[in-house]
């Protein structure tokens, strides 16, 4: 009867332990890299047996103390805890790098979390990355408290990568842009559109900008400071998309010095933009005034670029018709191949 009972006991222990191996050949299993880089862990992972993942590769810095049990230099048996779930990894780490194999537990007390906030089948991928971004209760808590409350998985996780933390958005809120999107907000977050920034516009006049125009004022370097050398040269209040041109065109303050001082003070912005696209450069415009045209209008400048009017062609002109032509006679005659 004893030897019987023991016999079930053991028959039972062993199916028990092979419905769990079931189980875990159902979780995210994969392989993994690490390097040691500037006094972080560099991790490298991808997945396999997973048809439905396609070619998942998955790339970040670490801190060692991101993970419980992990040695540089030791058989690698640590694991990465987080809300959303646990990955546990084997393989073996020397001094400066390491590799080995993963598999991925999700909580389940997580999902049932998630599923109550209405984020609606909830899979083990999502999971996967959530545990990888260390999404807390705490911050989607905070989220929905700021009105983020239908914001998708992937903005989620983008939030996360892209440092969109509870203080940023505060912030950004605090600016006057409470009904940002999550959209902007990660392009805020990339491109360092920052309160500072927004702060420091404000106080040179630009205090309603649009979101995509501060993102496109921080793309471009439309920076205070730049904002600021152009006041001082008399270019106040530009419109913001004018400003923009400024800097992909290249309008520097240099540029605008330097014209001012061949008498050029009073140029528009629209102007200046078109010099610097049909590169009236301040050397050409004073190569043209030392045979006589000190005061060509910035139009005919353009126009002479426009053309390939050059120094040379001037002085050839002017001698074969024997006077100083105008500005749009020499424009003609370029144009009719003389």
Same mark, same amino acid.
């Not at 992972?45 to 670490?62: A, C, H, V």
């Given at each position: 009867?004893?030897?019987?009972?023991?016999?079930?006991?053991?028959?039972?222990?062993?199916?028990?332990?092979?419905?769990?191996?079931?189980?875990?050949?159902?979780?995210?299993?994969?392989?993994?890299?690490?390097?040691?880089?500037?006094?972080?862990?560099?991790?490298?992972?991808?997945?396999?047996?997973?048809?439905?993942?396609?070619?998942?590769?998955?790339?970040?810095? /670490?801190?060692?103390?991101?993970?419980?049990?992990?040695?540089?230099?030791?058989?690698?048996?640590?694991?990465?805890?987080?809300?959303?779930?646990?990955?546990?990894?084997?393989?073996?780490?020397?001094?400066?790098?390491?590799?080995?194999?993963?598999?991925?537990?999700?909580?389940?007390?997580?999902?049932?979390?998630?599923?109550?906030?209405?984020?609606?089948?909830?899979?083990?991928?999502?999971?996967?990355?959530?545990?990888?971004?260390?999404?807390?209760?705490?911050?989607?808590?905070?989220? /929905?408290?700021?009105?983020? +409350?239908?914001?998708?998985?992937?903005?989620?996780?983008?939030?996360?990568?892209?440092?969109?933390?509870?203080?940023?958005?505060?912030?950004?809120?605090?600016?006057?842009?409470?009904?940002?999107?999550?959209?902007?907000?990660?392009?805020?977050?990339?491109?360092?559109?920052?309160?500072?920034?927004?702060?420091?516009?404000?106080?040179?006049?630009?205090?309603?900008?649009?979101?995509?125009?501060?993102?496109?004022?921080?793309?471009?370097?439309?920076?205070?400071?730049?904002?600021?050398?152009?006041?001082?040269?008399?270019?106040?209040?530009?419109?913001? +998309?004018?400003?923009?041109?400024?800097?992909?065109?290249?309008?520097?303050?240099?540029?605008?010095?330097?014209?001012?001082?061949?008498?050029?003070?009073?140029?528009?912005?629209?102007?200046?933009?078109?010099?610097?696209?049909?590169?009236?450069?301040?050397?050409?415009?004073?190569?043209?005034?030392?045979?006589?045209?000190?005061?060509?209008?910035?139009?005919?400048?353009?126009? /002479?670029?426009?053309?390939?009017?050059?120094?040379?062609?001037?002085?050839?002109?002017?001698?074969?018709?024997?006077?100083?032509?105008?500005? +749009?006679?020499?424009? +003609?005659?370029?144009?009719?191949?003389?």
């Amino acid at each position: 009867m004893r030897k019987s009972v023991w016999c079930a006991a053991i028959l039972f222990g062993f199916l028990c332990l092979v419905s769990n191996a079931v189980i875990s050949q159902d979780n995210i299993q994969g392989k993994w890299e690490a390097k040691k880089m500037d006094g972080k862990v560099q991790f490298h992972m991808r997945i396999i047996q997973k048809r439905e993942f396609g070619d998942w590769q998955f790339s970040r810095n /670490f801190q060692k103390s991101d993970f419980e049990g992990f040695e540089w230099g030791k058989m690698a048996s640590f694991r990465l805890v987080r809300e959303a779930g646990t990955l546990v990894f084997d393989g073996e780490l020397s001094e400066e790098s390491g590799s080995g194999s993963f598999i991925f537990h999700p909580n389940s007390e997580f999902g049932d979390f998630l599923e109550g906030k209405g984020f609606d089948e909830v899979e083990e991928k999502d999971m996967l990355m959530l545990c990888l971004s260390n999404i807390t209760r705490k911050y989607i808590d905070a989220l /929905f408290a700021l009105g983020y +409350s239908d914001i998708s998985f992937s903005k989620l996780i983008s939030f996360v990568i892209h440092d969109v933390s509870i203080d940023f958005i505060k912030g950004i809120h605090a600016q006057g842009y409470r009904d940002i999107t999550p959209s902007k907000l990660i392009s805020f977050s990339i491109h360092d559109v920052t309160v500072d920034f927004i702060q420091e516009l404000n106080s040179l006049g630009y205090d309603d900008l649009a979101p995509s125009k501060l993102i496109s004022f921080s793309i471009h370097d439309v920076t205070s400071e730049y904002v600021k050398e152009l006041n001082s040269l008399g270019y106040k209040n530009i419109d913001p +998309s004018s400003l923009i041109s400024f800097r992909i065109h290249d309008v520097e303050p240099g540029f605008v010095r330097g014209l001012r001082e061949l008498g050029y003070e009073d140029i528009s912005s629209s102007k200046l933009i078109s010099f610097a696209i049909h590169d009236v450069t301040v050397d050409f415009v004073k190569d043209v005034q030392s045979i006589g045209y000190k005061d060509i209008a910035p139009s005919d400048l353009i126009s /002479f670029r426009i053309h390939d009017v050059d120094r040379k062609f001037i002085e050839s002109m002017n001698e074969k018709w024997e006077k100083k032509l105008t500005p +749009s006679k020499i424009i +003609s005659l370029k144009i009719h191949e003389y």
